[in-house]
């Protein structure tokens, strides 16, 4: 269920605006009020807001201190600013921000509803953003992206690891299978894909177990056997090195940001 806090210390407004997003959202939405920055700064020390529909003018803390010292927070969540008075340097500010739109007083519950709905499909769209980058390592990403230009060897080296990651490999049974030098294929990986084999190896064994935790039951014992580590002690500690967590951690924080999602 998303959760919406609407801030305006005018009360009208306030309960005006709550009314309308809890008839749209029909249940699917928990819509909490604030009638100033303050207690919108206490509420979301408790818990967690998706969307912050604030007023600029208010009392002590304005809309865009509060849209400031929100941004800070681990989580934080997207914004709307509502305002009756058209100032450019408000709205030219709020952007600078991120805020994901700007409305004016008297409020249009049609627009309202659509800057709403547009607002929390960002929020959604950034969690998975989040999602992706913890699940895909951006080196291996960039030697995926050049495969193509790779030498045959190479490229025949890079599909051979993809395929029999769960076996124990070793840079100099490679380069036999190709028919190679070892050390000579040794330069030739890292020259063309800006790793060393044994990086390469390891980061290529990370990600497929990222995948694992993420989209399995499967234990951490059978997870390090998939990716080629013979024992789980082992597997934990490389993961922990490169990842900085453990494979618990990383699948709990994973699954905490599907939920988030949902």
């Known amino acids: 269920m998303k959760t919406i806090l609407v801030v305006d210390d005018e009360p009208r407004t306030r309960e005006g605006v709550r009314k309308a997003l809890e008839a749209w959202g029909a249940g699917r939405c ?12 206490e509420w ?15 009392p002590q803390i304005g809309g865009l201190e509060l849209v400031e010292r929100v941004a800070r927070l681990p989580h ?13 340097d408000y709205a030219r500010r709020a952007l600078q ?6 409305l004016l007083k008297p409020l249009d519950k049609k627009r309202l509803v659509q800057a709403v709905e547009t607002a929390l499909k960002r929020e959604e769209d950034h969690h998975r953003i989040e999602r992706m980058e913890k699940l895909v390592d951006p080196k291996l990403l960039v030697v995926s992206g050049e495969e193509r ?18 076996e124990p490999i070793t840079l100099r049974d490679l ?3 190709l028919h190679v030098n070892a050390s000579y ?34 234990s951490v014992n059978e997870i390090a056997e ?35 999602i949902q």
């Open 30 to 41: 928990r819509v909490a009020a604030a009638a100033s920055g303050a207690e919108a700064l």
């Open 44 to 58: 979301l020390e408790r818990q967690e807001a998706n969307l912050l529909i604030t007023d600029v003018r208010m």
């Open 76 to 88: 934080p969540p997207v914004v709307l600013i509502i305002s009756g008075h058209p100032e450019f």
């Open 97 to 102: 921000y991120g805020v994901v739109d700007y």
């Open 149 to 166: 230009a790779y030498g045959p060897q190479v490229q025949e080296a890079v599909r051979y690891i993809r395929e029999h990651m769960h």
């Open 175 to 177: 380069a036999e299978l």
């Open 185 to 218: 294929f040794s330069v030739l990986f890292k020259e063309q894909t800006g790793l060393t084999f044994s990086e390469y190896l390891t980061r290529r064994r990370m990600q497929r177990a990222k995948e694992l935790l993420a989209g399995t039951r499967l």
């Open 226 to 260: 998939r990716t080629g580590y013979q024992t789980a002690k082992y597997f934990v500690k490389v993961f922990r090195s490169l990842e900085g967590a453990s494979p618990g951690q990383y699948r709990r924080s994973v699954a905490e940001s599907e939920e988030t």
